[in-house]
């Protein structure tokens, strides 16, 4: 069973920088990686997703030009570099794989993931 965990959550000032990590452990056969967020009271969202053999990405409008997601295929892992933080980026932040049968090139719904991480909580000051 594969399961995916993430890292490198914190606190960081307005204007800061975070790298987030998801690893997959086991093998991994998944076609894209995906990174949500969620904050309390309200839905989870699509931030951005990279698909893992090409390496073609797509982000939220909220975060284009500021958030840089990657992979390393050796590793199983994938990253969100977000740079230029704001307090709004607040939010406990999940990886995701979607669903082998989810049909979309770029899938950005909840229900087309089917594996999940545990969450890393990323809090930027004002």
């Known amino acids: 069973q594969v399961q995916l965990v993430e890292s490198g959550g914190g606190l960081v000032q307005a204007g800061g920088s975070l790298r987030l990590s998801c690893a997959a452990s086991g093998p991994f056969s998944r076609y894209a990686m995906g990174w949500f967020r969620q904050v309390p009271g309200k839905e989870r969202e699509f931030v951005a997703i990279?698909?893992?053999?090409?390496?073609?990405?797509y982000y939220a409008d909220s975060v284009k030009g500021r958030f840089t997601i990657s992979r390393d295929n050796a590793k199983n892992t994938v990253y969100l570099q977000m740079n230029s933080l704001k307090p709004e980026d607040t939010a406990v932040y999940y990886c995701?794989?979607?669903?082998?049968?989810?049909?979309?090139?770029?899938?950005?719904?909840?229900?087309?993931?089917?594996?999940w991480g545990q969450g890393t909580q990323v809090t930027v000051s004002s």
């Open positions: 990279i698909r893992w053999s090409v390496g073609t990405t």
């Open positions: 995701a794989a979607p669903s082998r049968n989810s049909g979309s090139y770029y899938p950005t719904r909840r229900y087309e993931y089917d594996l």
